[in-house]
Structures are given as structure tokens and as C-alpha cells.
């Protein structure tokens, strides 16, 4: 990763204002599903069709989230378009704060079991 | 008052004079004088901590001992670790931060100077808070660790905790602040030429600090201040009658925890992984190895932090996992001390001061390092864990590696700070001192552990067996007090003679040695374009020889950043809030909004005041 | 005086020979009672060959790499005037080799230390003995759930029967460390941890709290008696018996074995048989130890005995070698100066000074004596 | 608000300005910050063991009998992450703008982008003051403390990014960020929707998962 490799930042080239309101109507659309998804599943609409997703809802969620996270930190913070560098100063924190945030579920969850069940 | 002051300073700046005066020093934003207040004050932190163990030794040193009492004893071990981590070591290491990376990496100071000042205040302000409870009565006493729930408001009343929470609270916003400062400082400022593969291997281990410093710091920042809210607002995270979980804080805190025991030792592999070759005159030993081996070993640091806590019991899979994660970093660790070895080896040595505390760093470290590995598995870890076993294991890496790795940095690069060459023979005598004291104080340490004796005892009684190693022990802590005492006569002593050292003393490879010492306020008349490894040494060979000593010039046409008070104002309002937060039961919010207050107006202040 | 070379010599080993002899014996696992290095259970075995190995490998690399560095130390003085040595850089076969072998030597610590992880981890079946400890601020309770017993900082146990721990604490982490026989298990308020061993010789041996746990942690020792099957039986035995009243007559104490190695011998508290009920000493501290409020704290029965009381029970405090968890030698005096003064002798400890004056001390022990 | 040894324009190593890399250093360390109290919430969001149990989705009746309504309101929240979600569109406008010298663009929108964040501090604290009249509080269990812990300290950071484009909002408004300083903007801009993708991860794992 050695930054040398550019001397210069290059003039960058920030998507249009179009493109803004897009990933913005995209953004709308996700969280109204994300919304929906609850709506259906568990709240005053939830049928039984609504139960059979249950076991699926908080992956779906979570790929809803992180779908928007990725597209603000693309498209509105850059990373597509800024030096890598950026991006790795970002993703890498991201990738040891997920990790510890499952591990500590992970641990913890153990630890409540099995201090419990007695 | 103020005003006119620095009118007066910059003047005087602009006629390429040195600023003198406290005033100066105060309001300095330039990152050696920085470096020296941080190796300063934390020297001070040092020589308190010390005595703080002194005092634990002459405690121990008979059983049933009574010269303290048992919750002086745990104000003072738990102060001492404190102390010793953050007050001494830390920012012994920001010092040669400070100083040297900007040196080395060719610049004319750091991305950020103000809020390098602003780090280095909220420091000290931090130190002084933590050490302001000895005047109330209420030091720290639950250990640096501070385990819950003992530090909860029903075990710990008082304001002993509150000191530390707060306080270590504090010193963190200064760590995190120089992190992200010498963070971009090192990929930014760099002199032209000089690629991340031809940075000195000192700024490369402490460029992996600062990323080691960002990404565990918030993670004690919310541990305290989940401990603050269970304290101060009543919420129950750490207490198990309410379903809290004590446990989360063990994770929480060594999450941090880990991580920062290679933020204390990784600054100190690379001043030795520069003091090697420059004595050895032989070029480091498999450059890339050193780096990515650090890098690997920064890596992995997040990833055991629960070694600390095989004794809590978290099943035999958690355990495999943190063992075998454990038993990892011995690789990259070991590569880092063979490499060591293969620089010296078919050397050509030259035993200068600062060549005996990187050789004893490399000595002390492997046995450091090797009881370390014993640590590693849990069905053997359950009998060492909280013995004087790991007071021994980590002594031998905090003191045997980081204070002798300091040391070296100290003795090598003191005429780059001073113009002053610290005496040879003083240099070695405390050399020697040291190393008696030190391997006499705490080898015997691993026999008392492995034989019983537990850790953080006031005392211990009779018929255990424990009575003659600890005597030793606290008759050799005073020889280990002895060595520093020459170290600071050795300081009073070249100080009150000339400034008398060359730019390059020692036959040195890296740019800090290109320009006079001390430097003049602009490191560099002109920044140099580097073209390899070793730029000097490049030089040099290209000369044939020795470099004429470099001119001192005149600053004019060098524009520097201004001297500025704000960084002290803020965080002066940033401490004013912490302890308008520690008041909090007396004052209502009225503290921690005058202080916020105080600290708006500073911030304000800074960012509408021109730099220069 | 001058002296010959031949007793300068001997002068000088006059005074490194005693030196010598002190770090030996301070040296040797038989010189330390709670020492981890002569283990006397499978539990501790366990731990204790992974540590021999891991320390036969790291011996081994100590001497190599060390001696490596002191020759270079040695080999390689420089003068200034000397030429530049050659500039090697590195040299990727050696650098592999020296990744590689670390790596192997590690792997052969790491497959007995997985093993161990799950041997040490499995949870007991058969014949075990349950036995629930309790950590206390600074004490220790043990409490037998299937013989309905509870005793405090000596904890009793059959040799060549696996017991079987089920770990908790009343208010903060302790860590219970019976060095001879397992290595730590931390105990948590809210929260059961496990531990188990097989004791393998009878004997008394000392263990301790290795948590920091407050002020007092310093003086958080317990003791563990190892008996036979057959004694332990007629301790449980005696014990059942022990209600508000104790048995008039005391078992032979003294048919405990403490005579194995590295235990320590027990010192007879009392020469004086003890007094019992009839005594009027025994009967003016019965009425003390209602009146000074000592029952809120402290139960003086081993069968039946509450829960969650602030103090340890005393069922069978005149027999236990050591008060106020491993402070004091359970002497008569000790015992006085205790009542009379526990805040003097452990500061911070939760039972206050009461006022007892000298005379009431004395009934209170020969009351509390009488609770074997 | 320069803050760097090279006066005047810098050449640095990387071509990176100092405080754009700065700032996302900050960022990257701040994922810990949040990753910590979403662990501590995940963690604690079900347990208790003195006062009443959770009752964020449910209707819950303690073993005393006394029933607890559920609390969380999904509509309102809804609308408090669109808000922030069209704050952070507005802000990159507000950028656009800046960048191209269009200081009425730039006035507009990021006043729309202050407007946001201050509703959005505003449904915080109305939602806050609802749950402490519903019985929930920091004292209450370890669900009351973990989610006003977690969501306070997002809302401590929405604050502190209202004054910052408040500033900034003055400082345009007086026109002093022309087209050359708009980097400053883009370093609120930064922090602004680094706040917002926080609330991205924070919306459904408190507010949808049960």
C-alpha cells in the first residue's frame, strides 16, 4: 500500500448531483423495507406468512443495514471514487469492530448459558 | 499581556531566533520542545512510580509486615501500575515520538502542532488529576485493572475510583489525540523519496502504535464510561445483583488491554532495532521481516485478549482459540529476535552506552518473551496466573524491554536533544546497576510465583517459604533505585557542562543526524530527498568519509506555525469538565458546564486562529 | 593479618557456601507449603506436565539464543579504526528457517495444551463429591449440599474420590487456588463456575484468594484437609451431629493424619481438653455470643445452616487450625485478641469491634472452643 | 482553520490533505467507540434481575402484576432515520455547491441539513422524556441503561456535528468558504455521514430486532 504510488490526488471527479438524489431515493427505499419487513413479520399486519420469515428476518435485516452503510460510505463519504487509503483507514477498524462485536456476543452468550443452566 | 508576548515572540522568530522563556514554553507549538515536556514530566511520572515501589518492596520485604497499611498498600500497587503504564512508559515513548519521527521522516514538525500541544497538556493535566487524589486521601486502590464489581459505588465508596475512571479517562483523549496526529504525520509529512519501505524501522514500530493506540483506546473509553454511568447515574453494567455482567468488563478492558501492552514495548523494539545496526555498523538485518513481523504481531494483538482470563472459566473452545492465538505471536516475536541477532552478528560493535541497553533489551526480552509462551496455555496458566509469575513475566517485559529499550533511546539520541553527550563512564556504571538490580529484584520473582505466592498481597504470612527470596528482592529494588540515581547525576552533570556533541556522534544512518544538534526550530534549512534505507550512511560512503559538520542558518524564508495558548485553554476546560464530573453530587451540572464552557471557547478560539 | 592464599580461599567460601545453601533451599519446591510445583491431584498433573514440557523447550532456546547472543557479544567487539564489517541485509533462507522452526516447536506445545484444555474442562461423572464454595469478602464457605453440611475456610475432602466444585460469590470476584491440587478458578457473584480434582495423599495444605478482592485479599487463605475415606467419613459423621449444641465430648483430634510430606503439622490449639455445656465459663459465653450480637453473623450450626450470612459459620471453629481465614494460629490468645480486636488485626474486615472486655473474651473462647 | 506545518499550499507524501486523513483516522477509530456500546447493548438488552424486565417491543407483566405497555414507537423513529438519512443527501448537495461557488446552494442546504439534524435531536429527546413518563430509565434495567447509553452517546455526536455545521453555516453565510476552503465543509461532511451510518446499524438492531 505504499501511497507513493500517486504523487498527487488526483482532480477528483465527485458523482453528480444527480446521482446524489439517486443513492438518496435508494436509501428511502431500503429503510421503508427495512420498516416493511418489521411491518410484516412482526408488527399489527404480521400474518402467517410473517412467521414463516421469522427465521430469516435478522439476516435480511442486517444485509438491508449494511447495504445502505455501504452505499452512504461510497457514494456520500467517496470511497469509490477517493484514494484507497481512505478506504483502508475505514475498513479496517470496520472489520476488527465487527469482529469484536460478534466475539463478545459469542463469549458473553457462552458465559450466560452455562453460569444459568447452573 | 498575552498579546503582546507572542507579538514579541514572533518577532523574534522572525529574526530566526530561538524563543526563550516560560512563556515560550507554554505557548510552543513545535514538536522538539514537545518531545522534551513529554520525556520530562513523564521522567518525573517515572521517578514516582518508582518510589511507589519502593515503597511495596520495603513492605514485602518481611512477612506480617506493618510499615503499610493494607489500603496504603493497594493505593500504592494500584498507582504504581498506573502510573508506570500511563504516566511513565506511554509517554516516555511520545517523547521519542515527539522528537524523532519528525526528524527522521524529514519534516519540519508534525501534521498538527497544536494539537500535538493540546495532547501533551491534557497529559499532563490527566497525571496531575490521577496524582491530585493523594491529597485527598482517596488515591486509586482497585488495582490498575480495576476489576468490577469491586469498582462499583457499593464495594468501592469514596471517591477512589472516581479519580481513576476520570483520570484515565482524560490521559486517553490526549493518547488518541497524538494517534491520529502521528498517524497522518507519518504517512503524510514525509520527506520526498522517502517510501513507507525506507522509513527508519523507530518510525515504522511507531506509526504500528498509533494504529494500536486508535483502535483499542475507544474500547476503554466505553468501559469507563459504562463504569461512570454505574456509578454517577445508577445504571447496573457491572452489577451482577441487578443481571449485569462483571465479566463484560474483564472483556471490555482487555480488549484494550492487550493491545496496549504492544503500544508500551513496540516504541522500544524500535529504538533498539536502530541502536543495533548503528553500533554494529552494519545495516538491520532483514528490514522487511522487522516490519511486517510488527505489523503481524500489532495484528494479533487484538485477537488474545482473553488469555488475560483463563481463569474465569469460558469453556474449552474460547480457551483452544485464545491459547493457540497466543502461542502465534511467539513466531513474529521470535523473528523480530533472531533478526536482532543476524544484525549483530559479523558486526563490527562499538560498546557505547546506549549498544549495552539495546544488547540487555534483547537479553531480558527473550526471557520475557519465553515465560510469556508459558503463559500461553491455560491448564498451565490456571496455577501461574495472578502469581508473582506474571509480575515476573512482565517486569521482564515492561522493564527489562521497554525501560531498557528507553533507556537506549535515551542515551542515543540525548545529544541530538541536548547537544550534550551524557558521560560514558556514568552511563555505564548505570548500565550495570541496572542490570544487577533489575534480573536480582525480579528473577526470583518466577521461583516465588510458581511456589505460591499470590499477587496484590500486602502481605503474606510466615512458613510459606516466601522470606528470603523477598528480601533479596526488596535489597536489590534499591540497587535497581541506585542505577537511575546515576542516571540523574549523569544528567546535572553534562548539563552544567558545554554543548559539545557533533551532529552525528555515534556514525549514525538516519536524517536526524544530517542537521546540528540540538536541531534549529526548523529541523531542515532544506528538506532532504532521500534515496534509500540509509540515507546518511548513503551519504557518507559517497563523500569518503565523515560529512563536515552542517552550518547553523538563519530561519529567514522558513515559515513555521505560531505559538498559541488555546491548547492549554482547552484542555484546561476539557480536565475542568472531568472534574466538574467527579463533583457532579455536589455541583449539579454547573461543573461540567463551566468547564465545557471553557472548553467550547478554546476550541472556537483554535480553529478561528491562524496558524501561520 | 595476612592471610595464605589457602584460607583466603576458604575464607571466601566461608561466605558464598552458606549463600549457596540459601538460594538452593530457596530454590526447591520442599521449602514452600503452597507450592504449584508438587502437585497431588490428576487435576494439577494435568497443568504441571504441560509446564514441564513448555519449560523443557523454552530452556532449550533460553540457552541457545542467549548463549548465540552472549558469543556475538563477545566475538564481534569493534574498534572505531576497525573497516566497515560487510553489509548484509538479510537473507530470506535464514529468515524462513528461524519462522519455521519457532513454529514447529510451538505446535509440540500446542497438541498437549489443546489436550489439556479438554481434559481440564470435562465435567466429572461417577462417584464425585459435591461441594459448593462460596467466596466471601475475605472468607471462604464450603457447603456439602449432598450431606446437607456447611463449614468455613477448611475445606474437607476423601482422598481418591473426585470432588466436584461448583464456584460462586456473595458479593465480588475472588478466585479459589488450592495450589496442590488445581490451578484458579475465579468465582463470580450471580454466576457458577466449576472445578474438580482427585486428591491423591492426605495431608493439610494451604490455598488462597488470587483475585484481588479489596482490602483484605492479603488475608483470604483457606486450608484444605485431604483425609482418608474412613476419616472423612467419621468427620462427616461427627459433623451431622453438630447442632446448636456441641457433641459433651470432642473426637480424638489428634487421630487426623497430617504426617505426609509438605503438610503442615497441625499444632494442637488447647492442651486443656475443652470445656463443655456444664462448664460456667462455656455457659457466659453461650449468653455473650447471643447477647454481643454475634448470631447475626455467624451460624453455629454445620447441618441446616443458613445461607447468606455475613460471617463464617462456626460449627466447628474450636478444631480448625487457623482464624479468620488463615490470619492466626487458632490459639486460645489469637482467638481473645480476635474477638476483642478484629478491625486491629485484619482493618476493613466486616466484624466490628465490639467492646468485648478481657474476662468476656475468655468465656467466648472456651464457649467457642467447645465447637469442635 | 489550517492546522499544518506546511504553510501556504502542501505537497504531502501522500497527495492527501493532512486534516481529510485526520478525520478519517478519527473516524476509524470511533467504529471501536460504537462497536463497544453496541456490544455492551447486545449483551445487557435482556437482562435483569431486580425491577422490571424488558419492555421495548412487548406488553410485559412483571410478576408483581403490573403491566408494562411497550415502548418503542417504530413510526417515530422512522421518520428521525429518514431525516438523517436526507441530511446526509443534503449535505453532499450543500459540498456540490460549495465546491462549485454557488454560496446560495450552499446556504440552502445546509441550513435543510441543520434543520434535519436539530429534528432529529428533537425526536430524541421527545422519545427520551416519553420513555422516562413510561417508567424507563437509565436506573430502570439493563435494557433502559444500555439503550440510552448507546443512542445518547449517537445523539451527543449528532450535537456536537449540529454546532460544527453551524459554524460552518455562519462562515459560508459571511462567505468564507469559497470553493478553495470547501474542504472544510468536506470535513464535517465526513463526520456528518459517518454519524449517520452509525444510526444505519443502530436503527435496526435496536429498534427492529427484537
Known sequence: MDAHATSAEPERSHPSVGVYVRIGLVLFVLTALEVGLYEFTYGGHAGPAGAAIQPFFVPLLLLLSAGKFALVAMFYMHLKQDHRLFTGVFVFPLIIATVLILGLVVLEAY???????? | MATTALDQQR?????????????????????????????????????????????????????????LSPETYNELFTMHGTT????????????????????????????????????????????????????????????????????????????????????????????????????????????????LMRMPIFTWMSFITQVLLLLAFPVITVALILLMFDRFFGTNFYVPTAGGDPLLWQHLFWIFGHPEVYILILPAFGIVSEVLPVFARKPLFGYAAMVFSGIFIAFLAFG?????????????????????????????????????????????IQYKTPMYFALAFVAMFIIGGLSGVMHGSPPADLQQTDTYFVVAHFHYVMFGGSIFGLAAGAYYWWPKMFGRMLDERLGKLHFWLMLIGFNLTFFPMHILGLNGMPRRVYTYPEGLGFEELNLLETISAFLLAASFAVFLYNIIKTWRGPRNAPADPWNAATLEWTIPSPPQEWNFAEIPVVHGRDPLWEAKREHGGPLPEPPKVSGAGIHMPNPSYWPLVTALGLSAMMSGLMLIHHLGPWGIIAGGAILLFGVFNWAFEPAG | MPLTPASRHLRRWACVLPLLVLVAGACSPGHYPQTTLRPLSDFARIGDDIQNNTLYWATGVFVLVEGALLYAIFRFRGRPDDPEPSQVHGNTVIEIIWTVIPALILAAIAVPTVRGIFQTNAIPTGDVLRVDVVGHQWWWEFRYPTLNLTTANELHIPVGQTVSLHLGSADVIHSFWPPRFAG??????????????KAERAGEYPGQCAEFCGIQHARMAFRVRAQSPAEFQTWVAHMQTLGTKPAAAAPARDSVHTASAGATVRSDPQAAPPAGPTDPAYAAGEKLFAAKG????????????????????????????????????????????????????????????LGVTADEARSLVAFLRAHQ | MTDTAHAGHLETATGLDNR?????????????????????????????????GPFPHEAWTSPAGKVFEPIIEIPLVTLGTALLLFSSLFVVLALANAQRGNRKGLLLWLGLTLLCGVFFVGMQVYEFTHFVHKGLTLKTNLFGGSFFVLTGFHGTHVTIGVIWLFTLWIEAFRGKIPPAKSLNLEIAALYWHFVDVVWVVIFPVVYLIK
Request: proline share 5%.
Open chain 3, 184 to 197: 484458579k478458578r475465579d468465582v463470580f457473584p450471580n454466576r457458577e463456575t466449576r472445578l474438580w480434582f
Open chain 2, 11 to 67: 518577532a523574534h522568530a522572525a529574526a530566526g531566533h530561538e524563543p526563550t522563556g516560560l512563556w515560550s514554553w507554554i505557548t510552543t507549538v513545535d514538536h522538539k520542545r514537545i518531545g522534551i515536556l513529554y520525556g520530562a514530566t513523564a521522567f518525573t511520572f517515572f521517578l514516582m512510580g518508582g518510589i511507589e515501589a519502593l515503597l511495596l518492596r520495603i513492605q514485602l520485604g518481611t512477612p506480617n509486615n506493618t510499615f
Open chain 4, 20 to 52: 481529510k486523513l485526520a478525520i478519517w483516522t478519527f473516524i476509524g477509530s470511533e467504529c471501536l467507540f460504537f462497536a463497544s456500546l453496541i456490544s455492551n447493548y447486545l449483551v445487557h438488552k435482556e437482562t435483569w434481575l431486580t425491577g422490571p
Open chain 3, 294 to 353: 454475634c448470631v447475626g453473623c455467624h451460624s453455629l450450626t454445620a447441618v441446616n445452616a443458613p445461607k447468606g450470612l455475613v460471617g463464617p459459620n462456626l460449627a466447628n471453629v474450636g478444631a480448625r487450625t487457623y482464624i479468620a481465614a488463615g490470619t492466626l494460629k487458632n490459639t486460645d490468645e489469637n482467638l481473645a485478641h480476635w474477638i476483642r480486636d478484629p478491625q486491629g488485626i485484619k482493618k476493613g474486615v466486616l466484624m466490628p469491634n
Open chain 2, 84 to 195: 508506570m503504564i500511563f504516566l511513565a512508559i506511554m509517554p516516555l515513548s511520545a517523547a521519542f515520538f515527539n522528537f524523532i519521527i519528525p526528524l527522521q521522516i524529514g519534516a519540519r514538525d508534525v501534521a498538527f502542532p497544536r494539537l500535538n500541544a493540546f495532547s501533551y497538556w491534557v497529559f499532563l493535566l490527566g497525571g496531575l488529576f490521577l496524582n491530585a487524589s493523594w491529597l485527598f486521601g482517596a488515591a486509586p486502590d482497585t488495582g490498575w485493572f480495576g476489576y468490577a464489581n469491586l469498582t462499583s459505588k457499593q464495594y468501592s465508596p469514596g471517591l477512589h475510583v472516581d479519580f481513576w475512571m476520570l483520570g484515565l479517562q482524560t490521559l486517553g483523549v490526549a493518547s488518541l489525540a497524538a494517534a491520529v496526529n502521528f498517524f497522518t504525520t507519518v504517512l503524510n509529512m514525509r520527506a520526498p523519496g522517502m517510501k
Open chain 1, 111 to 118: 458465559h450466560f448459558a452455562f453460569a444459568r443452566a447452573g
Open chain 2, 304 to 348: 488474545v485478549w482473553a488469555h488475560h482470563m483463563f481463569a474465569t472459566g469460558m469453556g474449552p473452545i474460547a480457551d483452544t482459540y485464545f491459547s493457540l492465538a497466543t502461542m502465534l505471536i511467539a513466531i513474529p516475536t521470535g523473528v523480530k529476535i533472531f533478526n536482532w541477532l543476524g544484525t549483530v552478528w559479523g558486526g563490527s
